[in-house]
């Protein structure tokens, strides 16, 4: 399976904290996204990154590649009760050429206020 | 202007019967891509559309689904004789450009529920 795997399942931390989501994934890819989802309802894109880009900044969001790893990371500092949500990584692999995105299983935040 | 929109919100059915389930995709949107989550799950891609092109179709589970395009805008996923294992929220999806190299806009999603 093409499918990322995120890492940890779910995720708890105080309101302030900061909050690292790790994805992995098993093929070569052109890109790898990162969405959000609230109460299981339609996702929301966060942000891109291509696989020769090493990090990517956007507001308080953090996102790292490693393509010798196959791995990439979320970070959101200074996290908000509004960020409790599921994230979830997707790649468009192999080499790009798929039609569609490959999801990972999410990884549950839970931002305590 | 308006995202992607889909009807129903929630659909409740008796197995066997047949549903179908509409995504009005952003406008000019050439891609179209339907996919389904199950409880606690990521998302399954089922199917794909890009222009006038043939749909890919690989992700569909069985053949109670299909899918159509009509006018390179609506879509409508139908799935007949339902099973309880149908159900999932299915999620519908657009993006400006083919491939999955660009961001895709996701509509909120019909939450099917088979008794």
């Known amino acids: 399976s093409q499918q990322g795997e995120e890492d940890p399942q779910a995720l708890s931390i105080q309101e302030g904290e900061n909050a690292t989501m790790n994805c992995s994934y098993k093929?070569?890819?052109?890109?790898l996204q990162w969405y959000r989802q609230n109460s299981g309802r339609g996702l929301v894109h966060l942000i891109l990154?291509?696989?020769?880009?090493r990090e990517k900044h956007s507001g308080r969001l953090r996102v790292t590649l490693d393509t010798s790893k196959k791995s990439s990371s979320l970070l959101i500092t200074a996290s908000r009760a509004a960020d409790t949500a599921s994230y979830f990584c997707?790649?468009?692999?192999?080499?790009?050429?798929?039609?569609?995105?490959?999801f990972g299983t999410g990884t549950r935040l839970t931002v305590i206020p | 202007g308006a995202g992607v929109s889909q009807s129903p919100s929630n659909k409740v059915t008796e197995k066997g019967k047949d549903v179908e389930l509409r995504c009005d995709p952003i406008?000019?949107?050439?891609?179209l891509y339907w996919y389904r989550q199950s409880l606690g799950q990521g998302l399954e891609f089922l199917i794909y559309?890009?222009?006038?092109?043939?749909?890919?179709k690989s992700g569909l589970p069985s053949d109670r689904f299909s899918a159509e395009r009509t006018g390179g805008s609506v879509s409508t996923l139908t799935i007949q004789r339902t099973q309880q294992e149908d159900s999932a929220v299915y999620l519908c999806?657009?993006?400006?450009?083919?491939?999955?190299?660009?961001?895709?806009?996701f509509g909120p999603g019909t939450r099917l529920t088979v008794t």
């Open positions: 999806a657009s993006s400006f450009a083919p491939y999955a190299s660009y961001e895709q806009y």
């Open positions: 093929t070569s890819i052109n890109n």
């Open positions: 990154i291509r696989s020769n880009e």
């Open positions: 997707a790649t468009d692999g192999p080499y790009g050429g798929a039609n569609n995105l490959f």
């Open positions: 406008s000019g949107h050439t891609a």
């Open positions: 559309f890009q222009g006038n092109s043939a749909p890919d």
